[in-house]
């Protein structure tokens, strides 16, 4: 069964410096990548996926997330961040077949003015 | 196009009574999820529908939870009786098609069991 590691649970960062969160997965087949936000008292919103194609994915709100077959990896990242992007970040694979999203335990970005 | 509709938002009951969520989906999305979220963790799928059958429900607490999805459209969510360890966000999501490569999330229920 896949799983999903989020390293970080908390990442506190300056405003306009950058930020990269920490994605690790594991799954013994192919696998689609999603990084959703969920901003306070909120569902969750996609910011980016991977489904096939180019490793570097560009997302909402300037973010990307670079697909690392060989490390198992799918770090987002954001070059310069404001205090709007203080939220909570959530990872999560999807297998292909008919399966549901499986989801890390999420990373709180808090963004310090 | 309107998105995927929770209600309530939030929700205070004493512990032992019984509370329902109700979800409507997204115009067109044949696939249902409920998660549930608590505090501090990501959400964990309860029961995901394909149209109107119950395809994944193995992490759903049969002897207190039970879903349902009248004509494949909206679902509800029951818990009867609720126990303190029910608190928790409670977040429905519909998506398109067999291969689900992007499921779209409601605002969520906050249940509280006091």
């Known amino acids: 069964a896949q799983s999903v590691t989020q390293l970080d649970s908390q990442v506190p960062v300056f405003e306009e410096a950058p930020v990269e969160l920490r994605c690790n997965y594991s799954?013994?087949?192919?696998?689609?990548l999603f990084w959703y936000v969920q901003y306070p008292n909120q569902g969750l919103q996609l910011l980016l996926k991977?489904?096939?194609?180019?490793?570097l994915v560009k997302g909402i709100n300037g973010f990307e997330a670079e697909f690392n077959k060989s490390q198992t990896s799918f770090h987002l990242r954001k070059p310069s961040v404001h205090i709007s992007d203080t939220a909570e970040y959530f990872c999560?694979?999807?297998?292909?077949?008919?399966?549901?999203?499986?989801f890390g335990k999420g990373t709180r970005l808090s963004v310090i003015a | 196009e309107a998105g995927v509709v929770q209600s309530p938002r939030y929700k205070i009951i004493e512990k032992k009574q019984p509370v329902a969520f109700w979800c409507n989906p997204i115009?067109?999305?044949?696939?249902l999820y409920w998660y549930r979220q608590n505090l501090g963790q990501g959400p964990e799928l309860l029961i995901r529908?394909?149209?109107?059958?119950?395809?994944?429900d193995s992490q759903l607490p049969k002897d207190r939870f039970s879903a349902e999805r009248l004509k494949g459209v909206d679902s509800t969510l029951k818990i009867q009786p609720a126990e303190l360890g029910d608190s928790a966000v409670y977040l429905c999501?519909?998506?398109?098609?067999?291969?689900?490569?992007?499921?779209?999330f409601g605002q969520g229920t906050r249940l509280t069991v006091v």
């Open positions: 529908y394909e149209n109107e059958e119950a395809v994944d």
């Open positions: 999560a694979v999807l297998t292909s077949g008919n399966t549901p999203l499986v």
């Open positions: 115009s067109g999305h044949n696939t």
């Open positions: 999501a519909s998506s398109f098609g067999l291969t689900n490569t992007e499921a779209f």
């Open positions: 799954s013994s087949v192919s696998v689609y």
């Open positions: 991977y489904l096939s194609g180019s490793t």
